[in-house]
């Protein structure tokens, strides 16, 4: 992928409303002052906070204001080195993109420097490995030091990983039982044993949302939410520390020696544990004295902001969006309304995140882990390892994308618009009773980068049952529609999943950009049987980071007060009542779920003959 690439799911806006869209009430006018549109941008007249989101192609960069209210956005896009399931990028490359983007939202936000109050970062839960002076060391087999980051998504480690998960150690049962190659265990073990003049030399190992917040402060202090989502580190060990007084400069008493030394990395223990991380901090937590004068300088903001400890993104999105409620029952919230809900961060791949009071231990899905979300709650974490990026390949591998987005182009609107369109027309051609039904001869397995959860099988492979000769637009919308459809049965399989492991998930909400695709969205409501709710705010990660910033500059006591102040509803999407249609899907699910069946035969009865 090219550094100038930008994913069509990331660029989807929001279609038209179907007839189960229904708009709720907001306190806020819904257009977005300061955005790309060319609307006049408007001064604000209180605090602003700044949010920094590193995805996989590009850095983003939003001010909101005191109401939550997006003011301007911008984003610059990433370098990233590709070949097969080694994925890397530069930290430095990154930083650069981060000064790019937090300097053209100010400037498209109309405010200076002066006026930002606090600010967050959140990123992809990507490993960077830095020397003594914070100069980036090569992951790479290629030598180059410029890249010294292992993208998420990065799949090198999955032999190490099965080796770490054969020894069954007591922090496993907090990640689902198993430990996925995307996870940091697995690709520190993979460096030691493959790249040992890069493991002599790291001086730090460190989450990219880490490593963001360490070079805009000095400080490194990690994250909760990294260290216990991607490094085994065990959270409730802190469950008597969330006050502020407690929560100031913890020292790292999560880690699990024994682990470390059983997997082959003993070293990472050394030190306690300074090269992985020697204190943890609740997300938001103010670090250090704030922005350095350098990073200030860098950014074009003032030294001294409070910065916030930060998020991976899937998660910044969940405190972007899961307190998003009608205004009408803004003032009596039931405080318990959040754990019904899972909200969907849907870019990339897609993450599934639910709170509960009570650890609830459920095979494949990651958690429960303390604290990594929201504080005092546990998190559970499923997960899809490719979506928008399964949709972006199905398109752009077809001998009809040329066309099509030469038509979008053209247009000015997107190859998502054009392929809805071409369904609807469909429905109509083909005198299909429902939308949905165009696909009843086209099944698709999305595990084209294995299945993180439920099933937690990273070996498990893509399939597209159907396909004949027709290599027309028509076939390509379909086929398009027919991975949309097995991208939401995924996450009805992890719901179902969630719900009968103790969970009670009634309630979506989305977010990311394929919720800006209303096709995605309504056929994830049909499928799952659930309404899902749409944020007023587009950019819910960007929120989710400008929140660490707000409870950092002390606006806010607790980041739930924050989320509570700043979430806000747009539209809710519900489940068509046709009958047939449910029919229809719970159908499709079922051959959904024959597919892996198939493929764990097949797989055996050619492990046995190669054997």
């Excluded at 939003?62 to 003011?71: A, N, V």
């Excluded at 044993?193 to 030399?201: A, F, H, I, R």
């Excluded at 030394?261 to 997300?283: C, N, T, W, Y």
């Excluded at 397995?445 to 000769?469: A, C, E, M, Q, W």
Aim: hydrophobic share 40%; net charge negative.
């Amino acid at each position: 992928m090219s550094a100038s690439r930008i994913s069509l799911s990331e660029t989807a806006p929001l279609l038209g409303q179907q007839q189960s869209f229904q708009s709720l009430p907001t306190r806020f006018p819904s257009s977005v002052v300061g955005m790309d549109s060319g609307t006049d941008a408007v001064i604000p007249r209180q605090s602003v906070f700044l949010g920094v989101d590193v995805g996989t192609g590009s850095a983003r960069a939003g001010i909101f204001d005191e109401s939550g209210k997006l003011l301007g956005s911008s984003s610059s896009p990433i370098q990233i080195w590709k070949d097969g399931n080694f994925i890397e990028q530069s930290s430095t490359d990154i930083w650069h993109a981060v000064c790019a983007a937090v300097k053209s939202a100010c400037s498209k936000a109309n405010i200076s420097g002066e006026e930002v109050k606090g600010l967050g970062f959140a990123a992809t839960c990507s490993l960077v490995a830095v020397d003594a002076d914070g100069s980036p060391v090569t992951v790479s087999w290629s030598g180059d030091s410029r890249r010294n980051v292992i993208v998420w998504m990065d799949h090198r480690a999955v032999e190490q990983a099965e080796r770490i998960n054969s020894f069954n150690s007591t922090v496993l049962q907090y990640c689902g039982g198993s430990l996925s190659p995307e996870m940091q265990p697995p690709k520190l073990l993979w460096v030691k044993e493959n790249l040992p003049d890069t493991w002599s030399m790291v001086f730090r190992w460190m989450d990219l949302s880490d490593w963001l917040s360490y070079r805009a402060t000095g400080d490194d202090t990690r994250s909760l939410c990294t260290t216990v989502c991607k490094w085994t580190y065990l959270g409730h060990a802190h469950m008597s520390q969330y006050n502020e007084k407690d929560s100031r400069d913890m020292e790292a008493c999560g880690w699990d020696d024994d682990f470390w030394e059983e997997i082959g990395l003993a070293d990472l223990v050394d030190g306690h544990h300074a090269k992985i991380g020697r204190s943890v901090a609740f997300p938001g937590h103010p670090l250090g004295s704030g922005l350095t004068p350098i990073a200030a300088k860098e950014l074009g903001l003032v030294a001294g902001i409070p910065v916030g400890t930060s998020l991976i993104d899937a998660h910044a999105g969940g405190v972007g969006v899961m307190e998003s409620v009608q205004d009408s029952d803004s003032k009596e919230i039931d405080k318990e309304m959040i754990l019904n809900r899972m909200a969907l961060v849907c870019g990339t791949s897609t993450c599934h995140m639910a709170v509960s009071r009570d650890k609830l231990f459920i095979p494949g899905v990651w958690g429960p882990f303390w604290s990594a979300m929201v504080p005092e709650y546990w998190l559970t974490e499923g997960g899809q390892s490719a979506t928008g990026a399964l949709l972006d390949h199905i398109i752009q591998n077809h001998v009809a994308s040329p066309h099509l987005a030469n038509r979008a182009a053209s247009q000015n609107i997107s190859v998502f618009d054009i392929l809805n369109k071409l369904l609807e027309d469909l429905v109509v051609d083909l005198k299909s009773p429902f939308l949905a039904a165009l696909t009843e001869d086209t099944h698709v397995l999305p595990d084209f980068h294995g299945n993180r959860s439920p099933i937690s099988d990273p070996k498990s492979k893509g399939v597209i049952y159907g396909l004949t000769l027709d290599t027309s637009e028509q076939e390509l919308a379909i086929l398009y529609l027919a991975t949309v459809q097995a991208i939401a049965y995924g996450t009805r399989h992890i719901v179902e999943h969630c719900n009968s492991h103790g969970h009670k998930i009634n309630t979506l909400l989305a977010c990311g950009g394929l919720a800006k695709n209303s096709l995605f969205i309504q056929e994830h409501a049909d499928i799952i049987g659930c309404p899902i709710i749409l944020p007023r705010e587009n950019e819910s990660v960007l929120l989710g980071a400008a929140i660490l910033g707000a409870v950092a500059s002390r606006k806010y006591s607790t980041l739930q007060e924050a989320m509570k102040s700043l979430n806000a509803a747009g539209q809710v999407i519900y489940p068509c009542t046709e009958p047939k249609v449910k029919v229809y899907h719970d159908a499709k699910y079922r051959i959904f779920g024959e597919l892996y069946k198939q493929q764990l035969s097949h797989r055996s009865i050619m492990a046995e003959a190669l054997s």
